[in-house]
């Protein structure tokens, strides 16, 4: 047998059909019929494109009321804050870092950590 010998599967218009209402009887779902039947879930969901079944694809709905929305506004808010804080928290400590070195250096001390020692600075 080659690389290439591929099994291609040709289903019949009449097993779609009976596939997508099984999917609508709702005893099972597109993934176990896909294992009951040997077909992948994605060949399913082609089908269901194929006869535009819309009703049978996975639909997300998200109901917010209007209370939802404004802590999620509020949230999303405090995330910026948080960021800006923690950025300049982060210049802050950059600058530290970069006084002590230029410390050490005009102090005489071979490096950072000799200085953080002696004035007994955790490193």
Excluded: C, H
């Amino acid at each position: 047998m080659y690389k290439n010998d591929k099994v291609i599967r040709r289903y019949s218009e009449s097993f779609k059909l009976k596939i997508l209402n099984e999917l609508t009887s709702g005893k099972l779902n597109k993934y176990q019929l896909g294992k009951l039947y040997g077909i992948a879930p994605s060949t399913i969901n082609e089908w269901i494109k194929k006869y535009n079944r819309k009703d049978l694809m996975n639909t997300r709905v998200t109901v917010n009321t209007k209370d939802e929305i404004t802590r999620i506004k509020q949230l999303q808010k405090e995330i910026e804050q948080l960021k800006k804080l923690l950025l300049k928290k982060d210049m802050d400590q950059l600058v530290d870092d970069a006084y002590l070195e230029v410390a050490a250096q005009k102090l005489g001390y071979k490096s950072v950590l000799e200085l953080k020692k002696k004035l007994n600075i955790k490193p």
